[in-house]
């Protein structure tokens, strides 16, 4: 779960219209929507949310908009996202202010809007919005650990103090490497770039860039002895060196794509350059088709959002019209009659303009787009364009630098199950039906990673297990504890149950015809219930390693007494390679080869 306040110029806008504004576009795509310290619904949040604001005409923008969210695999209810979101406003000290929630399920990500009103309704005071990405993401945290679901990375570490979370710094060992990566280049695109990708329909500029003009275009960079020899280099692999703003770009003229400079490493970028080679000269221009065929693409995006735009303006105009002929129609009527008049024809104009938008949907420029077949529109990139990082981090350790494993956390892990795998050919494909009903993959480095499920089929967490010499197959720490992995057939006559996931995985190999659930060695309630459930009424058995390790029998055999318990004592007994102790201690980074190779 991540949180962030979505921050946007509302200068020279009044209360009413800012909150206008962001109520209704939070709400006319929610699928559920509540609100709080407000009457009515959300048709009447806006206006009461301005009169409050009323109270403080000193502060020029009285709202915030925040926006909680879930990663790929997580799909809690909608009772939990409230839950959550009413959670994060008490952590913010923003209970008793008015806010709306609306929940969004239209994307890939389920997410949440928060439009909340700084004013205090009763004593007029302005919540303070300072630190608040810190103050949001204790609040994730807390959040998360209430509701049993997993923590997702961020800024600061988290600790648990008298049984609370706490954020601590992250260690100088995380800022070392972090500084590493920049130096190689590995930068987040700008929101520039991530616009004009989703609008071209291709993948940035240097994820399709191979990896032979890459290190071409690196060398001239680095050998040229002045700019225009940098140029000439560049020319030759039909790229540009440019200014742009205080920093400097890389183009593609055959496309026109760009890139910031700094994406090939800190040392190319536009000070460091200038530094080296003195002041800028810039290279020569000349102009190519991929312009041409922009300029095509936005012309036609334009006359179609023209068009839209003028149907719209009719119906508004002829709604206009409306309004001012009954208002002279209700003349002399009853006050109460007029305003029940007034409200069902705002109403039906409303329900018109919705149905007419549904009618003529808004003109995507990528529709309009050129060279769509190498990009995004292809579903064997969409998951590797999800999550870029970890092919750059191979790009880059394959030019030479030297760069750390990543932190194995559950937002890696996440990115592994999600970012797509790579048949027996080296081509990176989308998980299908197929790869994903089995509930594991084996991944390049020796390692294997499971999901773990919720009782809703969403994935609180996952479970990461390696073979290693003489020791068999091991669980990698930290594996989740949350949720229930299942490996085997669903629809098995007889389930085994066990707490270790090394454990699961060796006796399912051994029994392919059973279905292994993997538990927690101290199962919640919820997973308790969960476990029932999916055994219902055939045969069931703890699995133990050891004949020290029953306290998960205990445990099972109190709430399921029909439960029998396995006791592994014995080598003949015990699976082959696995060792008697349920779990090992490993380090919680990915050694040798990395995972996404």
């Not at 399920?105 to 700084?118: C, E, K, P, S």
């Not at 996931?501 to 006796?507: C, D, F, H, R, V």
């Not at 919640?524 to 219902?536: P, S, V």
């Amino acid at each position: 779960m991540l949180a962030k306040v979505i921050k946007t110029k509302r200068d020279g806008l009044t209360a009413k219209t800012i909150f206008t504004q962001r109520v209704g576009y939070c709400c006319e795509k929610g699928c559920k929507i509540v609100t709080a310290n407000l009457a009515g619904d959300w048709h009447e949040a806006a206006a009461q949310m301005a009169f409050t604001a009323g109270l403080n005409p000193a502060l020029r923008d009285p709202s915030a908009h925040i926006v909680l969210t879930w990663g790929d695999g997580e799909n809690p209810r909608d009772a939990e996202i409230i839950a959550a979101a009413r959670m994060a406003m008490h952590e913010m000290g923003a209970a008793r202010h008015q806010h709306v929630i609306a929940i969004h399920r239209d994307r890939l990500n389920v997410h949440a809007h928060i439009v909340l009103n700084l004013v205090h309704p009763i004593t007029g005071k302005t919540l303070s919005m300072r630190q608040d990405y810190a103050r949001l993401e204790l609040a994730c945290r807390r959040i998360e650990r209430r509701l049993g679901w997993p923590p997702d990375r961020g800024r600061f570490d988290q600790a648990i103090v008298d049984g609370e979370v706490r954020l601590v710094p992250k260690p100088q060992a995380h800022w070392d490497a972090k500084r590493t990566a920049r130096e190689a280049g590995l930068r987040p695109d700008p929101r520039g770039g991530r616009g004009a990708a989703r609008r071209s329909g291709r993948r940035p500029l240097r994820d399709r860039m191979s990896t032979e003009v890459r290190r071409a275009a690196r060398a001239a960079m680095e050998t040229a002895a002045g700019w225009l020899q940098l140029h000439a280099g560049l020319m030759r692999l039909g790229l540009r060196y440019v200014r742009h703003g205080s920093g400097a770009r890389i183009i593609e003229i055959s496309s026109a794509d760009t890139m910031p400079a700094s994406h090939f490493g800190s040392a190319f970028s536009f000070d460091r350059m200038v530094r080296r080679l003195g002041r800028f000269i810039p290279g020569p221009h000349r102009a190519d088709a991929a312009h041409g065929r922009r300029s095509a693409a936005r012309e036609a995006y334009d006359q179609d959002r023209r068009a839209r735009r003028d149907v719209v303006a009719r119906l508004t105009a002829r709604h206009r019209e409306a309004r001012v002929r009954i208002g002279s129609a209700l003349q002399g009527w009853p006050r109460l009659v007029q305003s029940a008049f007034r409200e069902a024809l705002k109403k039906e104009q409303r329900d018109e303009l919705v149905r007419l938008c549904r009618t003529i949907p808004l003109p995507v420029l990528r529709n309009d787009a050129y060279l769509r077949a190498d990009g995004l529109s292809d579903p064997t990139q969409q998951g590797a364009s999800r999550y870029p990082q970890a092919t750059r981090m191979a790009k880059a350790r394959s030019d030479g630098f030297s760069l750390s494993e990543p932190r194995l956390d559950h937002t890696l892990m996440r990115q592994i199950w999600f970012g797509g795998i790579r048949d027996n050919d080296g081509r990176r494909r989308e998980p299908d039906a197929e790869d994903l009903s089995a509930q594991f993959r084996a991944l390049s480095s020796g390692a294997a990673i499971m999901p773990r499920l919720g009782p809703h089929e969403d994935i609180l967490g996952y479970a990461v297990v390696r073979e290693r010499p003489g020791q068999g197959i091991v669980t990698v720490r930290p594996s989740s504890r949350l949720g229930l992995a299942k490996i085997g057939k669903l629809d098995a006559e007889t389930c085994l149950i066990v707490a270790d996931a090394a454990l699961g995985l060796t006796i399912s190999l051994q029994r392919p015809d059973d279905l292994v659930i993997i538990a927690s060695p101290w199962p919640t309630r919820r997973q308790l219930a969960q476990i029932e459930n999916q055994i219902g009424r055939r045969n069931a058995a703890v699995v133990e390693a050891s004949p020290t390790s029953s306290a998960h029998f205990v445990r099972l055999k109190d709430h399921l007494p029909s439960v029998k318990q396995v006791v592994l004592s014995t080598p003949s007994e015990r699976p082959k390679d696995h060792p008697p102790r349920a779990e090992q201690d490993e380090p919680d980074r990915f050694e040798g080869p990395s995972p996404f190779a």
